[in-house]
């Protein structure tokens, strides 16, 4: 079993930058791919990026290309979402996920576990 506890979230003017951490426990973490989603009001939940066992990035949103960049720190069992130059449109619920295999692929049901949550809210 594993537990996803993510943090970092909250209200900033459009321009702005948040980072947002989600730490995992268990022991396979640096094994495993790791990614983020968001979901907006009345939309489906959709991948941002994700993060290969090795640092491998993949980023899917064509809309945070240049703006967003996943990281992980293995020995810390953490996934990173640095988010500069934020718009209104990035204003969702983000949501870290723990992959089954090692790659990061798109699609919600390559990850096993998800974190609770965590508000961005980017003000015009």
């Known amino acids: 079993q594993v537990q996803l506890v993510e943090s970092g979230g909250g209200l900033v003017q459009a321009g702005g930058s948040l980072r947002l951490s989600c730490a995992a426990s268990?022991?396979?973490?640096?094994?495993?791919?790791m990614a983020w989603f968001r979901q907006a009001p009345g939309k489906e939940r959709e991948i941002v990026q994700a993060i290969s066992w090795n640092g491998v990035i993949i980023s899917y949103a064509e809309s945070v290309k240049g703006r967003f960049t996943i990281s992980r720190d293995n020995a810390k069992n953490t996934v990173y979402l640095q988010m500069n130059s934020l718009k209104p449109e990035d204003t969702a619920v983000y949501y870290c996920?723990?992959?089954?295999?090692?790659?990061?692929?798109?699609?919600?049901?390559?990850?096993?576990?998800w974190g609770q949550g965590t508000q961005v809210t980017v003000s015009s």
């Open positions: 996920a723990f992959g089954r295999t090692g790659w990061g692929y798109s699609s919600v049901s390559d990850y096993d576990y």
């Open positions: 268990g022991r396979t973490f640096s094994s495993k791919a």
